[in-house]
């Protein structure tokens, strides 16, 4: 039979083209990670993620209000304290880089949403996400840990809270942690489904938070696992999330649309480092068109079902968005 449909009919002008185009990004989609530290007037562009800078307060504060001006609703904060040690006591510092930052943004800019990022790899002297005893991450000892780190954000101001560690329980310990000390409105969008990736390679330059040994196998997931992804985000929703995320994004696509299909809370998907620093590097060689690739991939993750998308790329994608 000669073709009757022709669905080449659809595609003959950009006009039809987005009358039918089933997805479609904005702003509203992204939250835009920034990276604070200490000291004054500080603005360190991070070598392995070109336009990524590591910021002073001060300096936090001016970036914070760009990336609202271009109407992106949110960003998440992650913190390098001027000092280390074994119980990674700068995470839950009141007086800390992160604590510092909330304040001065909501001071300044108190319609922008604040997440901050609730983990001990940037603050412990070993690197790792919990607590060290015997060359072990020990699990249930970091959970309180983690629960005074949350709350200290919300104490300073923050809207949301990302526990990033992957600690069995911890949504519950920081859900009840921040009930009791009177901050029941502030929501928790966990990193749930939160592989062992290699993709996070700039990022631990960008935040100095390499494992000083070992690495992050026996507490992140086995990327080859797909299956355990529903169980993760199962556990995290029943402890009390508001949010689910998926880390990294690119190459775990169909992690998302799992997720999406088997969850009705919001699905956020972090396009992580290493992802936007092969684009970047690919980009300045003249490899491929950056700007193409970027909508390309990121039109991708909201189609394979992310509703929010944590990404270097905001501020380039709002600029193109709003044009
Ligand atoms: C902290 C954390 C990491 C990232 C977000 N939170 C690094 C890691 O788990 O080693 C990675 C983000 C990125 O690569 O962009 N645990």
Redesign the pocket.
């Known amino acids: 039979m000669f073709p009757y449909q022709r669905p080449r009919r659809l595609r003959k002008t950009e006009a039809i083209r987005r009358m039918v185009r089933e997805t479609s990004l904005s702003p509203d989609d992204f939250i835009y ?1 920034l990276f604070v530290t200490f000291g004054k007037n500080i603005r360190r562009e991070i070598k392995s993620m070109p336009g990524c800078f590591q910021e002073s307060v001060d300096r936090i504060v001016k970036h914070a209000k760009e990336v609202h001006s271009l109407g992106i609703p949110a960003v998440i904060l ?1 913190g390098i304290p001027e000092e280390k040690d074994e119980s990674g006591s700068g995470a839950y510092d009141p007086d800390g880089v992160v604590q510092k930052a909330v304040k001065a943004i909501k001071d300044k800019i108190p319609e922008l949403c604040v997440i901050t ?1 609730v ?1 001990m ?2 603050y412990t002297s070993h690197g790792h ?1 919990g607590i060290v005893e015997r060359g072990e991450v020990m699990n249930d000892p970091t959970l309180e840990l983690l629960a005074r780190e949350a709350v200290s954000h919300a104490k300073a101001g923050a809207d949301m809270v990302a526990p ?2 992957m600690m069995d329980g911890r949504v519950e310990a920081i859900r009840l942690a921040l009930d009791e000390e009177g901050f029941p409105e502030i929501s928790i969008m966990s ?1 749930a489904v ?1 592989y062992a ?1 290699a ?6 330059e ?2 100095q ?2 494992p000083k040994s070992g690495d ?1 196998y026996s507490y ?1 997931m086995d990327p080859p696992n797909r299956r355990e992804a529903l169980r993760e985000a199962a556990l995290d929703i029943a402890e009390g999330a508001d949010i689910i995320m998926v ?2 994004a690119m190459s775990y696509l169909d992690i998302i649309s799992d997720i999406r299909e088997n969850c009705d809370l919001p699905v956020a998907a ?1 396009n ?3 992802e ?1 620093s092969l684009i970047k590097a690919a980009g300045k060689l003249g490899w491929i068109d950056e700007k193409r690739v970027m909508m390309e991939v990121l039109t991708s993750i909201k189609r394979a079902g992310a509703d929010i998308i944590l990404t ?1 790329f905001a501020k380039d994608a709002a600029r193109l968005l709003n044009r």
């Open positions: 990670p992650f990022d983990c790899c940037e996400c990033s560690d990193y939160k990736s993709f996070y390679g700039p990022f631990r960008a935040a938070s390499s992050r992140q880390k990294p972090y992580v480092s290493g936007y270097y």
